[in-house]
């Protein structure tokens, strides 16, 4: 049974790699997708939270929407963006009303999420995409891009601050520039040299063990 599993990993790794927006194909890491908004304005476990959920509100809604906007509209870069526009209206809202003045702190980079290429990246394919692939693909990339925020979020407060969602755990920060864009572009080099690192060790290790049974 392992040496069929694993034989499977490693004839079918570019297919299965290609799909997953998680891990092996982050959006963040693999592809550069979301940055400004991460080396920014996720400064910390709580800018982090309120911009994972500001992404959970609009990813998703945006790519399934747009999935039947650009079949009317044929210029679909303006589809993808009016869709995220309308999106962004209610989704503020919400957020207001869940985090009150704290959304401020966000800054500019909350509204930015309307044309984010991470949210809006689907139209630049030629053929409008199936709703129910939009939905799918759509919490798969959502999914990778909330774990990287809160990733750097945690990693920036804690080396900044020494401390988690303003819970104090060393008195001492280890890195105090991680709370700026310089230290959130440290930040997050370190975690995608990380990140990419681990994958190419899983990549060699299927490799490895599939050679073993053949």
Known sequence: MWAKRVQYLNENYARIAKSDRIFLNNPVIMSGLG???????????????????????????????????????????LAYCLSAAVL??????????????????????????IVEPIIIKRY??????????????????????????????????????GSLFGMQ?????????????SGGFIVVALLCAFWRGAVNVLKKWINMEAKKYQ
């Open 35 to 77: 940055l400004a908004p991460l080396v920014v304005a996720a400064s910390n476990g709580k800018n982090a939270l309120m911009l994972a959920t500001m992404v959970l509100l609009m990813l998703t809604p945006t790519r399934v929407l747009g999935s039947f906007v650009s079949k009317v509209l044929k210029f679909r870069a």
């Open 88 to 113: 962004y209206i209610g989704a503020y809202y919400l957020m207001k009303d869940w985090y009150d003045v704290q959304i401020v702190s966000l800054g500019i980079y909350l509204p930015l999420l």
């Open 124 to 161: 630049e394919r030629n053929t409008p995409e199936k709703w129910t692939t939009a939905l799918r693909k759509g919490l798969l990339t959502t999914a990778g891009y909330a774990l990287v925020i809160f990733l750097v979020g945690m990693l920036r407060e804690f080396l900044s601050l």
């Open 169 to 181: 755990l060393v008195e001492t920060p280890i890195l105090p520039m991680a709370n700026l864009a």
